[in-house]
């Protein structure tokens, strides 16, 4: 079983609307949570870093939250752009360790 | 020019056939990763390289083998490609670790389709 899940897989909103995609994970001990964002036919980029003591950070219209409590962690895109039309992957590291844990991602399209 | 390129970014091949996927940085670090992703899946571990002389398997390394030739450049084989090897791959980088906070950098990804 995947120890981090994304919900929802998928989502289309109108532009300018905002949505919220989720990361629930099971990785332990913890280390960090990254958000990524991957275009079509690019690489991943990463987004924002959420350690242990971090409840909330952001990035322009991208603010990331971390439960480190409820092991939960949520994207949320303000004012969404076409450009925001993405795959947006949670990724979590473990403490001491080399191996880090990809959520299968949410595809976010955005439409005029 | 990108921090890492991948080549080919596009190989269509048939079963049995020896691949090579290359991978070059020019962000100076020395931590390296082959990565593999399936539609639905997350990103899959192949293998990684902390050094020159470090080669480490990953989660699915079975099927591949990599060779570290420099600090700068990372390859990924497939020495009797099969059509689930077919997939998008991708190279990155990384330094400090991940687990203490480094950033991924990712390339371009490589798309090989066995036939």
């Known amino acids: 079983k995947n120890q981090v899940e994304q919900s929802p897989q998928s989502l289309i909103i109108l532009e300018g609307k905002n949505c919220t995609l989720q990361?629930?994970?099971?990785?332990?001990?913890?280390?960090?949570l990254r958000w990524y964002k991957q275009d079509t036919g690019r690489g991943p980029v990463s987004l924002t870093i959420?350690?242990?003591?971090?409840n909330t950070k952001s990035n322009g219209r991208y603010t990331a939250t971390l439960d480190a409590d409820t092991k939960q962690s949520s994207l949320h895109i303000t004012a969404s752009q076409l450009s925001d039309s993405a795959s947006y992957i949670c990724?979590?590291?473990?403490?001491?360790?080399?191996?880090?844990?990809f959520g299968a991602g949410t595809t976010v399209t955005v439409r005029a | 020019d990108a921090d890492v390129t991948q080549t080919p970014r596009n190989r269509i091949t048939k079963t049995g056939k020896r691949i090579m996927l290359e991978c070059s940085q020019t962000?100076?670090?020395?931590?390296m990763y082959w990565y593999r992703q399936d539609p639905g899946l997350g990103l899959q571990l192949i293998y990684y390289?902390?050094?020159?002389?470090?080669?480490n398997k990953g989660e699915i390394s079975d099927g591949y083998s990599v060779s570290r030739q420099a600090q700068a450049k990372f390859s990924l084989s497939l020495e009797s490609a099969i059509p689930n090897q077919t997939a998008l791959y991708f190279c990155?980088?990384?330094?400090?670790?991940?687990?203490?906070?480094?950033?991924?950098?990712f390339g371009e990804g490589s798309r090989l389709t066995v036939l």
């Open positions: 990155a980088t990384s330094d400090p670790a991940p687990h203490d906070t480094g950033e991924l950098f």
């Open positions: 962000k100076g670090h020395d931590r």
């Open positions: 390289s902390f050094d020159v002389k470090d080669i």
């Open positions: 990361c629930n994970y099971t990785v332990s001990p913890f280390s960090n």
């Open positions: 990724v979590v590291s473990r403490s001491n360790d080399y191996k880090l844990s």
């Open positions: 959420m350690t242990f003591s971090e």
